[in-house]
């Protein structure tokens, strides 16, 4: 009985009969409804390539340096992200903090990128939701995206300002390893966009 009782005491409510953490269950299951999601849009982007009536075209208005400088910061993010969780699985909380930090600072930055973009391509172009096909599947997809980037970077600011008050250690590295799935699927997707819609002429 003693035996039993301790095992119920130090049983994790997060793991489930099959051995697997409900977290990392359920940050999967949305990943996979996301890929679906990333998908149809990137699907109706290709339905409409080339269908528009009215200019600007892709060619006229994408800056591929700056896309490419983008997706250098989003590379770069996942291994901040990776130098984080192996910081935190040794308990150096300061460091994982700084590198977690360090990721959401690129995110951050990425996302700025994405604002002047889309402000150029309304300001100097014309090109917005309702100019043509092109304006509102191009929009809507890097948007979307664009918004789960910044609630990536929301997300790593909050543990970082955990960390800070000592209310994040290594008891805590799932939490930080669920971050760390989405945010390397945020960066996944945005590889995808860049090379379908940027690159692919």
């Avoid at 990536?152 to 000592?166: E, K, T």
Wanted: charged residues 10%; proline residues 2%; hydrophobic residues 50%.
């Amino acid at each position: 009985m003693a035996d039993h009782a301790a095992t119920h005491a130090v049983h994790d409510p997060n793991i489930g009969n099959t051995g697997l953490d409900h977290r990392k269950m359920g940050m999967w299951a949305f990943l996979g409804s996301d890929c679906m999601f990333f998908g149809s849009l990137i699907g109706t982007y290709l339905a409409y390539k080339g269908k528009s009536i009215s200019g600007p075209t892709p060619h006229d208005v994408f800056d591929i340096p700056l896309t490419s400088y983008s997706a250098a910061l989003l590379l770069a993010s996942s291994l901040t992200m990776v130098l984080a969780l192996a910081a935190l699985q040794d308990n150096r909380v300061k460091v994982a903090a700084g590198w977690l930090l360090a990721t959401a600072a690129m995110g951050l930055h990425f996302v700025l990128n994405q604002v002047y973009e889309f402000w150029s391509f309304v300001t100097h172009y014309g090109l917005t939701l309702s100019t043509s096909l092109f304006g509102s599947s191009f929009f809507v997809l890097t948007g979307f995206h664009g918004a789960h980037v910044t609630g990536g970077v929301i997300w790593l600011l909050l543990l970082v300002s955990l960390a800070w008050r000592g209310q994040l250690d290594r008891r805590d590295y799932t939490k930080v390893e669920i971050a760390g799935l989405y945010w390397h699927f945020v960066d996944i997707v945005w590889i995808a966009i860049f090379t379908i819609i940027y690159l692919i002429p």
